[in-house]
C-alpha cells in the first residue's frame, strides 16, 4: 500500500495504490458519504495479487480529500467524475478499469459517457441509471426508491448539518450498515464498526459528505444517454440491495449495449469483505477479458 495525496480538478485528493505500476489499472471508486478504506484492503490486494494496480481515492468531502463548500462551489457527478479521471492522470495512467459501487456506480457511468477513451472496461455495482430521479425520490415503479428496510437504516445515521461525536457516528453507520446487508454471508460487526471508526477519525469534516446526495439530485439521469456506451461493461447486483434495488441493474445491463449482468443471491448494499469475496470472481474474469 502506498498513499498519497495527488492534484486532480482543482482539488487534492488523497489516494492509495496496491501491486505494480506496471500493471493494468483498476481504479476503484466508492459509494457515497464513504471513504476510500471502505474499500477493504484484502479486496484490494487480491486484485492485485491477479495482476492489475490497484486505486482507491477518497472522494472530495470525504476523508482526507479537500472540503468543498458547496453553497459556493456546487458540483454534480459529473465533476466527480472528472475527479476520477484526475486520479489517473496523476498516475499517468491512459487508460483503466474504473469500478464503482453505489453512487460510485453512477460516477462510473458519468465516465463512459463523458472520457469512454480512458476506460478499458468498466463495472457498475449496486448502481442505478438514475441520479436525480432517484435522489429526489421520483424513480416510479419500474424503478423503486430505497424500500422500508433502508429508510429504517438510515433513520440511525447522523443526517446533515449535524457534527456528530466520534460514537455517534460510529454506531449510526455501523448500524445502518447491519441493517442493509444481505443474508448471503454473516454481518461482520467487528469489522464493520472499525472501518467507520477510522473513517471518523480521518475525516475533515464529518458533515461533509451529504454534498453527495445535492450532487446526485443535480445530475441528470443517464436512461438516454447509456444506449450510446460502447465500452465493456459488468453489471453487479445483489437480490437483497434495500438501498438500490436489484431492478436497477437489470435496467443498468439493458441500457448498455452488450453489457453482462451478475445477479448475486443474498447480496446487499455492502463492502464488508466477505461480501466483496462474492463479487471479486466476476469482477476479476471480466477485468482479465479486457486487458
Not at 101 to 109: C, E, L, T
Amino acid at each position: 500500500m502506498s498513499a498519497r495525496q495527488v492534484e486532480a480538478n482543482g482539488l487534492s485528493l488523497w489516494t492509495d495504490s496496491f501491486g505494480d505500476p506496471g500493471d493494468p489499472a483498476i481504479l476503484l471508486v466508492m459509494a457515497a458519504y464513504w471513504q476510500a478504506i471502505a474499500w477493504p484492503e484484502q479486496f484490494c490486494e487480491r486484485l492485485a495479487d491477479n495482476g492489475f494496480f490497484v486505486i482507491r481515492y477518497d472522494h472530495r468531502d470525504t476523508g482526507l480529500s479537500s472540503v468543498v463548500d458547496y453553497e459556493q462551489h456546487p458540483y454534480t457527478l459529473a465533476d466527480m467524475a472528472d475527479d476520477a479521471i484526475g486520479v489517473l492522470d496523476a498516475y499517468g495512467i491512459a487508460r483503466a478499469h474504473l469500478v464503482g459501487a453505489s453512487m460510485g456506480g453512477m460516477i462510473v457511468q458519468e465516465c463512459l459517457l463523458a472520457h469512454p477513451d480512458r476506460i478499458s472496461a468498466a463495472t457498475s455495482m449496486m448502481s442505478t441509471p438514475l441520479s436525480h430521479s432517484y435522489a429526489s425520490g421520483t424513480s416510479g415503479e419500474n424503478l423503486p426508491g430505497p424500500d422500508q428496510t433502508a429508510w429504517k437504516a438510515f433513520e440511525t445515521v447522523p443526517g446533515p448539518g449535524k457534527n456528530p461525536t466520534h460514537d455517534e457516528y460510529v454506531d449510526g453507520w455501523t448500524d445502518f450498515s447491519c441493517g442493509v446487508a444481505g443474508s448471503a454471508t454473516p454481518f461482520d460487526e467487528q469489522y464493520v464498526r472499525g472501518m467507520h471508526s477510522d473513517s471518523y477519525r480521518r475525516a475533515t469534516q464529518p458533515a461533509a459528505v451529504w454534498n453527495h446526495l445535492q450532487a446526485t439530485a443535480a445530475t441528470p439521469d443517464r436512461t438516454d444517454r447509456l444506449p450510446g456506451v460502447r465500452t465493456p461493461t459488468l453489471v453487479i447486483h445483489g437480490t437483497e440491495d434495500h438501498v438500490i434495488p436489484v431492478q436497477h441493474g437489470h435496467a443498468t445491463a439493458e441500457l448498455i449495449p452488450g453489457a453482462q449482468l451478475v445477479v448475486i443471491e443474498g447480496l446487499g448494499h455492502q463492502f464488508d469483505p466477505a461480501a466483496l469475496d462474492l463479487v471479486t470472481p466476476s469482477l476479476l474474469h471480466h477485468a482479465t477479458a479486457e486487458k
